[in-house]
């Protein structure tokens, strides 16, 4: 019995690292890093090796596998009652839905799943799919909406939610005030400043956190988002110094940048 117990245990550390790993990968952009890891980890939880190979392969833009893929993971999970793992199942189905513009559609997959996550009390996941809703109504044309959804959702995800998630709520948020705030990147209109501010403030905290990670292709989204603010707000010095690691990082990277608002 007791060495039941040892393998058992042994075979979680095992799991454990490979998520971290698969994880930090993920994070850092390098999807093939990532990919290999997504058998190893199979071999010791089918369930966590296919929300994984799910994730990589949206991440790759081979939508339509990622949906075959999440929708057999959903109806096993379904099967065996891992609720935990069909609300993750969930989110990812509604981020292929933005990808396609059907934010309207996502809605209904949303309220169901933070309905699941708070009739078993699971926070951390209720908390995740708040941030989503609250990213839905930004796409939907309603930010008012969205930062109001956001407030429930940013105090839990800043005391409890990992690095990488505090710094997409902060993004998010930051998005959020500029949105209200009536900000136009071809500089029409006028804007609400002090929003603008409180915007540059939320989005130099973003950073701080994807920093932490080495997360580069979203620390690229917020110091593109640091330039159109800083040259909104005629802080001319603060704009050339952004806009600069915005094409040190585009250099880097060297990939396409997504457009921004098309990422939670």
Known sequence: MSWKIIIQDDKLWMLCDLKIQFDRHMNEGKYHLAEPLVTA????N?????????????ALNRSTEAYSVLQRLQVHCERTKCTEVVIRVMLSTA???WESCGFSTALPLLLQAL????QHHLQSLASETILHLAFT???LGVPEHALSVLHEAIEPVLAHGSVMDKGRALLLTA???????????NG???ADLPLAGLAVDTLNEAAGYFSKLNCKERLRDVHY???????????????????MLFRLLDQELQSPAPPVSMRL
């Open 188 to 190: 029409q209109g006028q």
């Open 225 to 243: 988002l640091q330039a159109l603010l800083h040259r909104s707000l005629g802080q001319t010095s603060h704009c050339h110094k952004s806009a």
């Open 115 to 118: 309905a699941l996550a708070r």
């Open 137 to 139: 109504q930004l796409m």
């Open 95 to 97: 981020e292929l839905h």
């Open 175 to 185: 998005r959020c005030q500029m949105a209200v705030a009536g900000f136009k990147p």
């Open 46 to 58: 089918k369930t966590e090796g296919l929300y994984r190979k799910a994730k990589v392969l949206k």
């Open 41 to 44: 980890i199979s071999a010791l």
